[in-house]
Every structure is written in structure tokens, then in C-alpha cells.
């Protein structure tokens, strides 16, 4: 399926349909957990960049195939390149993620199919609602990968989940929230049965059409506020990824998961840092 026409580059990585004004953009790696590799980004963002041109499409919803609904950025796919470039490239790739549904002018909701992790939580709660399957969890372990709060998390988890429970999830404990406990939490705004999952987000998404509701955002917050925080965050990140407790973090997560030449390729890079660092 490709109703938005992608280009041959993308179209693999994301199926599209419309019915009756309802838009759903899948991701469609599930064997690759649907994980936000470069061309995985590419895709949506292109497909949303249409979708938000396209005039028979009233509201969007947002799903993963398969039974993760994303795990996340993929930091394996960064190449080594000049130290300052890399940090601009960083700050660029990240800012644009993010924009992407920041700026997204129709009405969006996430529909969590399955377990999400990262980036794709946080993103998830820029868009105008997220319904979760029983399957769902939501996992955002930054301070465990050694890295700041992103995706406008910083701001928006505390006004979503008040202060305590927004430490608990961007904090070391690292709470993983199901998606009934999401629920109670204030991350997600419907819960549902799984096999419902894609029938009640459609009726939501009519419901949205119907109301004329248009693109808001939870929690009270503001475009130009969100484009500011993430901005700031982005610089952040970037920051932290060059840093020498991310680098290690990484080198050692890739080297459980048997990718052992990108882990040797983070080892190395740590180990050099003394040197390259002065150049940032």
C-alpha cells in the first residue's frame, strides 16, 4: 500500500492507506523492530511532508507493523566524520526529527501497537493524542545510554506526568510504563484492547474530522514553544553523544547485542577522544 506515492527509495519502509479522510502511515521493518534507521527517518518525514499536502487526508494516524511499534533511533548508522561536523550534523539530524511532527499541520495520533523505546516515545507526544495496545510499553533510558532528555521531554513529561512520575521515566530508574499504566500515568490518552488498536484510532481520528478539530498539542503546550525547547535539546544531545560516558555506554550496549564491529568502532572513538575533542 502507498497512497501518498513515495518515492522507490522509501516506499518499503512505510505503507500508507486512506479511508474516509483517515490516513494511517505505518512503519513496515518489523523484522527490524520498525527501528528509526536514517532511511526509516527519511521515509516518514517524506511521508508526512505529503500527507500534510495531500487534500484528502483530514487526520493522520501514525502505527508500527508488526510487534514493536519502534525501537528507536539507530546510533550504529553514525559514520565517523570531523569532529565539529559531526556535532552540526547531530544537532541538524535531531532538530529536523523532531520538527517533523512538531510541525506536522493536521491532526496526528499515535497508535501504539507495541512496544516503543526512545525517540519514538518522546515524539509520540508532540502529535495531537496517542492510544496504546495492551502490548504497548514505553521505555525512554536516556540516563542509562548516558544522554539528556530529548524530543521536547525536558518540558513536556512534567507537564504530561507531573514531576515525580516524569523523573522516574527520564531518570536512572527508567521506569517502563504498560500501556493501561501509561494510561493512569497521563502519557497516553486511550487504552485499548490490541486487536482493537487500528478500529478505535480510526473512530477517534472520525471523531477529530468531525469536530473539525485541528492540530493542538497535550499538556498546554505551544508550536514556538516546543520549536525553542527542542532547539535547546538538540544542542544538548549533541553534546552528550561526543561525550565520553555516551560513547562507552554505547560501545558496550552494541557489544551485547553481537554487533561487534560498530561496538569496536564507539571503543575507539572514546579511546581517542583526548585527541579529537579539542577540534570541537
Request: with cysteine.
Amino acid at each position: 500500500m502507498n497512497e501518498l506515492n513515495l518515492n522507490s527509495r522509501t516506499a518499503q519502509y512505510i505503507h500508507t492507506s486512506l479511508n474516509a479522510g483517515v490516513l494511517t502511515i505505518m512503519m513496515h521493518q518489523p523484522k527490524k523492530l520498525n527501528g528509526w534507521t536514517d532511511i526509516m527517518m527519511e521515509a516518514f518525514k517524506e511521508a508526512f511532508i505529503k500527507a500534510g499536502k495531500h487534500d484528502s487526508t483530514k487526520a493522520v494516524i501514525f502505527t508500527g507493523a508488526g510487534n514493536y511499534y519502534s525501537a528507536g533511533v539507530n546510533f550504529a548508522g553514525i559514520k565517523p566524520m570531523p569532529p565539529r561536523k559531526l556535532r552540526a550534523m547531530i544537532i541538524d539530524h535531531n532538530q529536523q526529527l523532531f520538527e517533523a511532527f512538531i510541525n506536522f499541520p493536521k491532526p496526528i495520533l499515535v497508535a501504539m501497537n507495541g512496544p516503543a523505546i526512545g525517540a519514538s516515545v518522546t515524539s509520540a507526544t508532540l502529535c495531537n493524542g496517542i492510544i496504546a495496545s495492551q502490548k504497548a510499553t514505553f521505555s525512554t533510558p536516556f540516563a542509562a545510554l548516558g544522554l539528556p532528555a530529548e524530543g521536547c521531554s525536558s518540558i513536556h513529561f512534567p507537564r504530561l506526568l507531573g514531576e515525580q512520575t516524569a523523573q522516574r521515566m527520564l531518570g536512572k530508574e527508567g521506569w517502563k510504563p504498560n500501556g493501561s499504566e501509561a494510561l493512569v500515568a497521563g502519557l497516553v490518552q486511550w487504552a485499548v484492547p490490541h486487536e482493537n488498536l487500528l478500529d478505535e484510532a480510526h473512530k477517534i481520528a472520525q471523531t477529530w474530522i468531525a469536530q473539525d478539530i485541528g492540530r493542538t498539542f497535550l499538556a498546554g503546550s505551544t508550536l514556538e514553544e516546543l520549536l525553542a525547547v527542542n532547539a535547546r535539546e538538540s544542542i544538548e544531545v549533541a553534546d552528550a553523544i561526543l561525550s565520553a560516558a555516551f560513547l562507552r555506554a554505547q560501545a558496550r550496549f552494541l557489544w551485547g547485542k553481537r554487533k561487534h564491529g560498530p561496538s569496536l568502532m564507539f571503543w575507539s572513538v572514546s579511546l581517542l577522544r583526548p585527541l579529537w575533542a579539542r577540534f570541537l
